[in-house]
């Protein structure tokens, strides 16, 4: 009897699941779309950031290594925390929730960025010196391509955990689906509680393996074959 209890609930929890899904559908489509848009804001503008400053500390080897370092302590700050201090100048809303996502998605690219950077053999380099290439270009056709399977990496690790993170912004009254997870857990017991707060789950899992997917997809498309 208990089984058939423990299986009669699981059945009513996934029917009351749908039920709510199928009403609310317009204002989940719309929280889904705000929590992948600043996912891949974040991550886009981490992104660049990251690869400028790799660019700038590669060749040097002690601010290369002070700049790894400081990339993994950074990653053991709260991201409350950090979220709480940037309300003083910035207030709540988009522009606190922006700027925390976008910090904590440069560390993991960072690393690898420079990391990637670094290992592209000398010779290659030297190669491409010798038929009078400058600097810039060696860069931007030589070795960012070499490193970029090491970077798509550091990218697809700052997505996963971006994704993720992005839902505490709700703390401060950002977008995404973060309200309905903690609106949900706020409310246990009340009507739609646990509905809310596994929809939130559920679509935050699904947001992050799209863009993981559409991440492979991309290194398919762009590393060469004799680097992957």
């Known amino acids: 009897m208990r089984n058939v209890g423990h299986a009669t609930w699981g059945w009513e929890t996934i029917v009351q699941l749908w039920d709510y899904i199928g009403n609310n559908a317009r204002s989940l489509t719309f929280l ?26 590669y060749r040097l080897p002690l601010v290369s290594a002070l700049t790894l370092t400081s990339s993994r302590v950074a990653l053991t700050i709260p991201s409350l925390a950090l979220l709480a201090l940037l309300i003083v100048p910035f207030g ?75 839902a505490i912004v709700a ?12 609106n949900g857990l706020a409310r246990l017991g009340g009507a739609n509680a646990l ?17 993981d997917a559409l991440l492979v997809l991309l290194g398919r498309l762009t590393i060469s074959k004799g680097l992957s």
């Open 32 to 57: 889904t779309y705000q929590h992948a848009s600043l996912s891949f804001q974040t991550v886009l503008v981490g992104t660049l950031a990251a690869i400028v400053i790799a660019a700038l500390v």
């Open 92 to 166: 709540l809303g988009v522009t606190p929730s922006f700027l925390m996502l976008a910090f904590f998605a440069m560390l993991p690219v960072i690393g690898n960025a420079v990391v990637g950077l670094r290992s592209v053999p000398p010779a290659v380099v030297e190669s491409a010196r010798g038929i009078g290439l400058p600097r810039w270009r060696i860069l931007l056709t030589v070795e960012l391509p070499i490193a970029w399977p090491v970077i798509l990496t550091g990218i697809r690790v700052s997505t996963q955990m971006i994704v993720g993170v992005a």
């Open 171 to 182: 703390y401060v009254l950002g977008p995404g689906l973060g309200s309905l997870i903690f």
């Open 195 to 211: 509905e809310s707060a596994l929809t939130g789950t559920i679509l935050i899992v699904i947001i992050a393996l799209v863009f």
